[in-house]
């Protein structure tokens, strides 16, 4: 059938190239791919059974013959990656090309076979298969003491090989191509593909009145509801849970979404289960120190530009892990149910650090805290949960300040000017560089609006004292 196809179809449609300007000898290329070497390896194969065949005995061997050319037919790999683009572009250049349709039909009048071009083109996908068939069905009917039982056996094993090597380009193939059509979609698709990503599954889901896509990949997940990419997360951050009273549902838990899901009344949720377990246990593979199927680790770049690294328990920061805000806001310290909670270091844009305890994702509790201009302050738990930390406008994106400096003007406004001047001081820098720090700084408050006497109640004596000192 290789040669019917070589002889009868692709020598006269390269010759007709030549004659019509109206084929492509390209397109022709792309629709028989290598189907001339695979022939070629085929046909020595052939020959070399022939020549056994003309002096068979009871000791004959043949394993040895599949087992030597075995490597070279991995040559179908090409062609079987490029099969489906090949049965498309024929589909296609068919419809578009009256001239080349007509050239197809009278060729398969010509060759007198009941099989069509593209039932043809098929056979090479089928031919290692069928090799490896026969090979088992040779090991199990040879004696184990035969001279050509290992030959068949390494001979079978090297197809299996083969057989496997052939397959996985295959699938790269699939998968090279449903990247493309994803990302012609644009929406977030367009950024998918990658040399290590594979599809495992696709499919429609509900979520309540929703239809959701899910499309699972070794190690991704996406979900979407039209064209667009709404949800993206990593596999190794991804946790499903069998909801045992609908034979229909399971949840499906990651980074700032849960849903509620099920199949459709006709399908088993049964595969999708497997198959989001296996992928996300193959993710979990690096994670040795982490035996609890619920706590994970991993990094995680959220919806509002704010990125996460640490460790995760059901889609909620729970452990210790690193937070930079969108403002330059960097946190590293303790998590619980996303939130700063334990002992955390929140590093501000503008420079102050505070360092101590958090409760809440507020600090509470006692801790240091650092000025951009340098000295040190103790924080009681007090003095921030009463004169500081119930001034800040706490966002839902956690940029909990719109500028780095308010943090530290609260405090300070809540102390006594002696004590401020005294630290700012630290015991080794002249009085008057103090006030002049001390000025800048009440300066900065006045400008940006954060400190007055309403405020800063209790305070206004130290605030007077500045302004004094200011004016001069």
Not at 267 to 292: C, N, R, V
Not at 425 to 445: E, H, I, P
Request: aromatic residues 10%; neutral net charge.
């Amino acid at each position: 059938l290789l040669q019917i196809v070589i002889e009868k179809y692709l020598e006269p449609l390269r010759k007709l190239c030549k004659e019509d300007p109206v084929l492509e000898l390209d397109v022709i290329k792309k629709i028989f791919s290598n189907i001339e070497q695979i022939y070629e390896v085929n046909k020595e194969l052939r020959k070399s059974l022939e020549e056994r065949l003309k002096t068979w005995g009871p000791t004959t061997k043949i394993g040895d013959i599949f087992h030597k050319l075995g490597p070279y037919l991995k040559m179908y790999t090409v062609y079987g990656s490029n099969y489906e683009n090949a049965l498309e572009l024929l589909k296609n250049y068919t419809q578009t090309n009256p001239t080349f349709a007509a050239h197809i039909q009278r060729l398969a009048e010509l060759s007198e076979q009941t099989l069509n071009l593209e039932a043809l083109l098929i056979m090479p996908i089928q031919r290692i298969p069928r090799y490896n068939l026969l090979l088992k069905d040779l090991v199990k009917h040879t004696p184990d003491d035969h001279a050509d039982f290992k030959d068949l056996r390494d001979a079978l094993s090297t197809m299996m090989v083969v057989a496997r090597h052939i397959n996985e380009s295959i699938r790269q193939a699939e998968n090279v191509r449903h990247f493309m059509e994803l990302s012609a979609k644009g929406g977030g698709f367009e950024n998918l593909l990658a040399p290590h990503r594979r599809m495992i599954r696709d499919g429609i889901l509900n979520h309540g009145k929703k239809r959701l896509r899910l499309i699972i990949f070794n190690d991704i997940m996406v979900i979407s509801t039209t064209n667009k990419a709404d949800c993206l997360w990593p596999m190794k951050l991804s946790w499903v849970r069998d909801d045992s009273s609908n034979k229909l549902g399971f949840d499906l838990i990651g980074p700032e979404y849960r849903y509620q899901l099920t199949t459709n009344p006709n399908e088993d949720k049964t595969p999708w289960l497997k198959d989001f377990e296996a992928t996300i246990k193959a993710a979990l593979d690096d994670q040795k120190d982490y035996p609890e199927t619920a706590k994970r680790k991993g990094a995680y770049e959220f919806s509002n530009g704010g990125h996460y690294d640490g460790e995760w328990v059901f889609g909620e920061m729970s452990g210790e892990g690193v937070y930079k805000y969108t403002s330059g806001h960097v946190y590293e310290g303790s998590w619980k149910n996303h939130k700063r909670c334990g002992k955390g270091t929140l590093k501000f844009a503008s420079g102050e650090v505070y360092s101590g305890d958090w409760l809440d994702d507020k600090p509470e509790g006692t801790g240091t805290f650092t000025y951009f201009s340098g000295p040190l302050m103790w924080v009681s738990g007090k003095q921030t949960k009463d004169m500081a930390w119930d001034n800040l406008n706490y966002q839902e994106d956690r940029n909990i300040m719109e500028t780095g400096r308010m943090i530290s003007y609260v405090v300070l406004a809540s102390l006594p000017l002696q004590k401020v001047i005294t630290m700012m001081a630290n015991g080794k820098t002249k009085k008057d560089k103090a006030k002049a720090s001390l000025c800048r700084q009440v300066r900065s408050m006045k400008e940006i609006g954060i400190i007055t006497r309403e405020k800063a109640k209790g305070s206004a004596p130290m605030l007077m004292e500045a302004n004094m000192m200011e004016d001069g």
